[in-house]
Every structure is written in C-alpha cells, then in structure tokens.
C-alpha cells in the first residue's frame, strides 16, 4: 500500500512540476492592475513610474502601459524580458509597485507569465492605436487543438490592413491558457478584423472547446 502511495505521488507530481518550468527564451509577461474609482489618475502617475523605471532595467525589451477603454479603473502593464533571469532580477521593482499600490487597489494584481507563440513583429503602437487584450484558455485535452487554430488566427491578422501587432503568448504554469495581444492603427482596423472571416470562423470553432467567455478587451496606450 506504501508503495503504491509512492508510485501516484510521483505520477501525481511531475506533470504539475513539468508546467511550472521556467519560459525557455524570451518571457513575456501581462500585469492586470484594477483600482477604486477615486484613484485612477494617481494609480496612473504610479504605473507611468513603474513603466518608465521598467524600461531602463537591465533585459527589459519592450514596457507598455494601457488602460481599458471603458473601464478606466483597469490597467494592463505588458513587459519582455530577454529571459527568466532579467524577468527574476525585476522581482523586487515589482514587488514594490504593488506595496505602493495597496492603498488604492480595488483587487489584488494579476501577474501571468508566458512564453512566445506566434509573435511576429514587435514594433511600437503609433499614437491613438487601439490595444486589444484577449485570454483565451481551454480544458487541458484541447490545448494541442487550439495551439495551431491560434497560430493560424495570428498570421492571417499580421495580414491586414491597419494591423500593428497580433501576438500569441502561452502561460508557462497553465500551458492550456493563452494571452492574445493585438494593436490596430485605429477603431475602423479593428472593427474590420472582428468582421474578416478568419476571425469569425475561429470564434466559432473556439465556441464548442471552451465554457468560459471570449475575455476580450480594448485599451488605449497612457503616455
């Protein structure tokens, strides 16, 4: 009986640990931050702060700061970092964003760290460019189903018109989620892509595979 304990502990054991290796390469990382309504403007002045010192790190190569379009309360901070090692040695600049933060918070941060998928390029968003957010995540058994049906979304949108960025980005500790960072050149570019057909027939293969609802929002850059 004490051997088969063992046995199904480390069956039990090695897959979680397997998902919760470090991203290989390149770490890309979305920081969700919601605070009370009466702070937004100076829960905005810290995040600029904290994007502005981020840039200057040691590893970082890309620190965007964006605010949900209709929900001004909610902010994303969406980082690259060289590797895990220039993304651990930011820990404590982290750390202290969200000590600075607790007075206002409306909820504690979401930090999602991921791995590279399909990223294409990495250019910066032109000025009044519409920031598009999106998690996506499936049952576990799905995972290797939705992985090229992502790809494929991703180059036919590099594709069109107005498109300034179509990232796909993995989680490395729930390898079934994923996190979509798009950027069109303005309202009409993305208000296209919704209507192309690509989209549309991924959204309806997608439909059946998950029981969760389509997390999309849009944001706009804070300068």
């Known amino acids: 009986m004490r051997q088969y304990l063992s046995v199904l502990l480390a069956m039990t054991v090695v897959p979680l640990a397997a998902q919760a290796q470090a991203p290989a390469g390149e770490v890309y990382v979305a920081?969700?931050?919601?605070?009370?309504?009466?702070?937004?403007?100076?829960?905005?002045?810290?995040?600029?702060?904290?994007?502005d010192a981020t840039r200057k790190e040691v590893g970082n190569q890309r620190a965007e700061l964006?605010?949900?379009?209709?929900?001004?309360t909610r902010f994303a901070v969406l980082t690259i970092w060289t590797d895990q090692k220039a993304f651990e040695a930011h820990g404590q600049a982290a750390a202290q964003l969200r000590d600075k933060l607790k007075p206002v918070q409306a909820a504690p941060n979401d930090e999602r760290v991921h791995s590279g998928m399909s990223i294409g390029t990495k250019e910066a968003a032109r000025p009044g460019a519409v920031f598009v957010v999106t998690h996506v995540d499936v049952?576990?058994?799905?995972?290797?189903t939705l992985i090229?049906?992502?790809?494929?979304?991703?180059?036919?949108?590099?594709?069109e018109t107005?498109?300034?960025?179509f990232e796909v980005q993995q989680q490395g500790s729930r390898p079934n989620h994923f996190t979509v960072v798009e950027i069109w050149n303005d309202p009409r570019a993305y208000d296209a892509h919704v209507a192309?057909?690509?989209?549309?027939?991924?959204?309806?293969?997608?439909g059946p595979m998950t029981g969760a609802?389509?997390?999309e929002r849009l944001y706009k850059a804070v300068d």
């Open 148 to 159: 090229p049906m992502l790809v494929q979304l991703s180059e036919a949108s590099r594709k």
């Open 139 to 144: 049952p576990p058994p799905q995972k290797d």
């Open 66 to 72: 964006v605010q949900e379009a209709n929900r001004p």
């Open 162 to 165: 107005g498109n300034g960025r």
């Open 213 to 215: 609802l389509y997390d």
């Open 196 to 206: 192309a057909a690509h989209t549309r027939q991924f959204r309806d293969k997608l």
């Open 31 to 51: 920081t969700y931050v919601e605070v009370v309504p009466t702070a937004t403007g100076e829960a905005a002045t810290l995040l600029k702060q904290y994007r």
